[in-house]
């Protein structure tokens, strides 16, 4: 196995916060074993086009309480041709890079492990996404921010649907999973969520509804995950107001919002824990992993069952929720 001198490391995919906080890790730990440090721009186009800057430790002074990523980051169409990655191995070759740590989402982590398979790339994953939808690790870098930003809205929205009497849909990112949806509905109080492992019924949601409405409820908060097919928050909100013309519907899309904003001390200390094992994983012969949290220990997840298992919702959320919301 060949010696690790130099590593470059790189954000891709949607940025999630906390971003900052792992390349810092990175690249101070790689520097502490005395290696060199390549920051790679906007992802893997940056790889393709040479886009890449030597890092010191002070090229990361300054950015962990920052969201978003120093790194810049893209979702590389021409990284899924071979001609692009045949680019992109160019590159490797040409700054001596021996090593990649990728730090992004699903996507992210399937580009890494195309490239280790096809150039025997040593590569190592970080999750970063606010979907939390990686499978092996119990959170996802960022996504501790999201949530506590989608409860701040949430609270926020509550405040005028109670004044007004009505029920809000509030559609919440998450791409095809309802981590985010599901977790924040419980803690912003919501009477429902609908979430896309768990498709519940407008019947079985206006039931919730109407329930609370008799009850003492003046207003409902129902938490929707965001869904291009279905429609979102928009078509439930729909069908509500042509069933139901004697409530006073309205709907807010909370959109790139989820993705903003200071990392929370969570995600901060999980991206800080991540960066460190990650030298450490390449240090030991790891390759070709997605550093996970489990139970509060680092765990290393081999990319194969972390971008192709599905990360199951916990039913006992759902339940929660259904006992709470009555
Ligand atoms: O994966 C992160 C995410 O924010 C998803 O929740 C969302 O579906 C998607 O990215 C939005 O992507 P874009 O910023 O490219 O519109």
């Not at 893997?44 to 890449?52: K, P, S």
């Not at 492992?197 to 409902?220: A, H, M, V, Y």
């Not at 994983?281 to 992993?289: D, I, K, S, T």
Request: charge should be negative; aromatic fraction near 6%; hydrophobic fraction near 40%.
């Amino acid at each position: 196995m060949k010696e690790i001198k130099t590593i470059g490391v790189l954000t891709s995919g949607g940025d999630a916060p906390g971003m900052n906080a792992a390349i810092r890790a990175v690249t101070r730990s790689a520097i502490f074993e005395g290696w060199k440090v390549y920051g790679i721009y906007r992802g893997y186009e940056g790889l393709i086009n040479g886009d890449i800057k030597e890092f010191t430790s002070e090229s990361v002074s300054n950015t962990i309480q920052r969201g978003g990523t120093i790194l810049k980051t893209a979702r590389s169409q021409e990284f899924m041709t071979e001609d692009g990655r045949v680019k992109a191995y160019e590159n490797i070759k040409k700054f001596g890079i021996d090593a990649l740590i990728i730090i992004g989402g699903n996507g992210s982590l399937s580009g890494a492990q195309i490239l280790a398979k096809e150039y025997d790339i040593p590569c190592i994953g970080l999750p970063g996404t606010i979907d939390n939808d990686l499978y092996g690790t119990d959170s996802t870098i960022g996504y501790d921010t999201a949530l506590n930003t989608i409860v701040e809205c949430v609270d926020k929205i509550r405040d005028t649907a109670t004044s007004h009497d009505r029920i809000f849909f509030i559609e919440v990112m998450g791409r095809d999973a309802g981590f985010l949806t599901q977790n924040s509905a419980i803690a912003a109080g919501a009477e429902a969520a609908i979430i896309p492992e768990d498709k519940t019924d407008i019947d079985q949601l206006e039931q919730f509804i109407s329930r609370g409405f008799r009850k003492s409820k003046n207003s409902s908060i129902v938490l929707v995950s965001e869904s291009p097919k279905d429609g979102g928050a928009m078509h439930y909100a729909e069908r509500m107001r042509n069933e139901h013309p004697e409530y006073d519907v309205r709907v807010t899309i909370l959109g790139h919002l989820q993705r903003g904003g200071t990392p929370t001390a969570y995600d901060r200390i999980l991206a800080s824990r991540m960066g460190v094992a990650a030298i450490e994983a390449l240090n030991e012969g790891q390759r070709n992993v997605m550093i996970g949290i489990k139970n509060d220990q680092i765990v290393y997840v081999p990319f194969s069952r972390a971008i192709k298992i599905d990360k199951p919702i916990d039913r006992e959320l759902i339940h929660v929720l259904g006992v709470l919301s009555i």
